[in-house]
């Protein structure tokens, strides 16, 4: 490629009408490009930070990994030797914590509601976790406060000493159940036999407090007792379900996962929390997938548009063409001025793209919350001018149905460089088709009449 074949190739972007002004038809396809990449990047930035945000507050609430015997304890047969277990568990380079815990499904009664719930045992020594601690407090008013929270020495005693229990802000909204008041939770009691199968256990637990995770399932289905009094609800001993376990680096799970397994032998299944929720991260993985095949269609289509806004400047170029081969440029040349225009087209249209789409992910936010202020504000004059009454605000992400604050956005380097790559590929190879027609264009023919 020469520095004329480059000069030419840049100049045919512009009108032919106007000088230094980019044609209609090459405006168009530039458009096209932008917005191709401009929304694939906001899109995918938007759905890898809500898939973020999920996996957050999974492994903020739940252990990164969790241990349990092979046989599950559905039949009963949980871990006994679950100290043993710990101190070998946290002798395991990159362990931040391993806490034993009990976990089975029950039904929780409040007056006249009855529903599932998930009952979690936590604590031993009289010591709450602070990954669970951190969740909690002991009124609603406090729900708003960031950060791990020191519980008091009263609310510590009463939850190992007593039937105490704590449980969700959301199910505590939905069946108005206040502090103080007393919850019926019933579960299977004992091990499976074939003699008596399963007996149901019904004992009252008072309410102590509140936890807000910030996860749905975990804040409307959830039951939070005390490990000795969990082992006493189901009547299982001194056992437990399994160990959470909590390490430094998220981003090495498989590999202490592993390695954990092969300390503790075979006898023991270990698990990690995508493992654990593999339908919903299968299910977000997929989503992104559709929505990236979906997106790229958008460029593809402006790889046709580029091909036909090509096609009419080589109509338009057939005297310029004819003159530049008659003066000895080769058919290799006048391919490469027609691929450049395409290129510079993806370039131009990419990068605008890149830039804009980064920037909009990044206040994503704050763009929402001022098109919603917008909308706000003329729907409120309308219904005041018109007298229609009281005009209710529009959220456009309301917090009730998504259960998030603001729209959480990751924008991945690697993908948006992927993303402006594959445009410019594409731009190119569409400019292939009217570049070599051009290049088999005659001279003669091409300034006969002219």
């Known amino acids: 490629m020469s520095l004329y074949e480059l000069f030419i190739g840049f100049r045919y972007l512009k009108s032919k009408q106007s000088r230094g002004i980019v044609s209609s038809n090459t405006l168009l396809s530039i458009v096209i490009v932008f917005l191709g990449v401009f929304i694939l990047v906001v899109v995918l930035s938007v759905m890898n930070g809500f898939q973020a945000a999920i996996k957050d507050k999974i492994l903020d609430v739940d252990s990164h990994i ?34 034993p815990y009990i976990m089975s499904q029950g039904l929780i009664r409040f007056g006249s509601n ?38 008091s020495d009263d609310i510590v005693r009463d939850f190992f000493a007593t039937r105490s229990a704590f449980i969700g802000q959301e199910m505590a909204l939905n069946y108005n159940i206040l502090i103080g008041d007393y919850i019926e939770l019933i579960v299977p009691r004992g091990a499976l036999t074939v003699k008596t199968g ?49 390490i430094h680096d998220v981003w090495k799970t498989d590999r202490i996962s592993q390695q954990i397994n092969a300390t ?145 956005t990751e924008v991945n380097p690697e993908l948006v460089v992927f993303i402006a790559t594959i445009a410019v590929f594409l731009c190119t190879v569409a400019a292939i088709f009217p570049a070599w027609s051009a290049s088999r264009l005659q001279p003669v023919e091409t300034i006969r009449y002219e």
């Not at 979690?120 to 009124?139: H, L, N, Q, S, T």
């Open 66 to 99: 969790t241990v349990q015997s092979v046989y599950g304890p559905s039949e009963g047969l949980g871990l006994r030797n679950y100290e043993d277990l710990v101190q070998k568990v946290l002798a395991i380079e990159g362990v931040r914590s391993a806490e």
């Open 198 to 246: 399963l007996t149901p256990s019904l004992q009252r637990f008072r309410v102590i407090g509140y936890f807000k995770t910030e996860y749905y399932d975990f804040d409307t289905k959830l039951v939070i007792l005390s490990m000795p009094q969990a082992q006493r609800l189901f009547e299982i001993g001194d056992t437990v379900s399994g160990i959470g376990i909590k």
């Open 114 to 151: 009855i529903a599932p719930v998930m009952v979690r045992g936590v604590g031993r020594k009289g010591f709450i976790p602070d990954d669970v601690a951190k969740f909690i407090v002991k009124d609603r008013s406090n729900f708003q406060k960031k950060g791990v929270r020191r519980l």
């Open 264 to 408: 503790l032998g075979y006898q023991y299944l270990t698990m990690t929390a995508e493992e654990k929720n593999r339908n919903l991260f299968y299910a977000l993985k997929l989503e992104k997938l559709i929505m990236m095949i979906i997106l790229f269609l958008v460029i593809i289509s402006a790889g046709f548009t580029i091909m036909g806004t090509l096609v009419m400047v080589v109509m338009e170029k057939r005297k310029a063409v004819g003159v530049l081969k008659s003066m000895g440029a080769k058919p290799n040349s006048i391919m490469v001025i027609f691929v450049l225009e395409g290129f510079f087209i993806g370039i131009i249209g990419s990068f605008t793209g890149v830039v804009c789409g980064i920037a909009a992910s990044l206040n994503l936010d704050a763009i929402i919350r001022w098109i919603e202020n917008a909308i706000n504000a003329v729907m409120g004059g309308v219904y005041t001018l018109f007298k229609m009454g009281m005009f209710n605000r529009i959220s456009l992400v309301p917090s009730h149905v998504y259960y998030i604050e603001g729209i959480p």
